[in-house]
């Protein structure tokens, strides 16, 4: 089965999750020929200060 983990900073609402999640679903099982009932989806909030790019923190 794959696994496709998205990591983000928090601030899609429950609805904006699922749209991705079914979107992401959708277009790996397209693009690989996969079944999409077989594909996992997880998404990771990860805190603007526990993110960094270019060497600072995001918040």
């Known amino acids: 089965m794959p696994?496709?983990?998205i990591s983000q900073t928090p601030g899609l609402t429950?609805?904006?999750k699922?749209?991705?999640?079914?979107?992401?679903?959708?277009?790996?099982a397209e693009a690989a020929?996969?079944?999409?009932?077989?594909?996992w989806?997880?998404?990771?909030e990860v805190p603007g200060e526990n993110w960094g790019v270019g060497?600072?923190?995001?918040s």
Not at 18 to 28: G, K, L, N, P
Not at 41 to 44: A, L, Q, Y
């Open 3 to 5: 696994l496709i983990q």
């Open 14 to 16: 429950a609805e904006q």
């Open 18 to 28: 699922s749209a991705v999640i079914a979107a992401v679903t959708e277009a790996y």
């Open 33 to 39: 020929g996969k079944n999409p009932d077989k594909v």
């Open 41 to 44: 989806v997880t998404i990771t």
């Open 55 to 58: 060497g600072v923190p995001l």
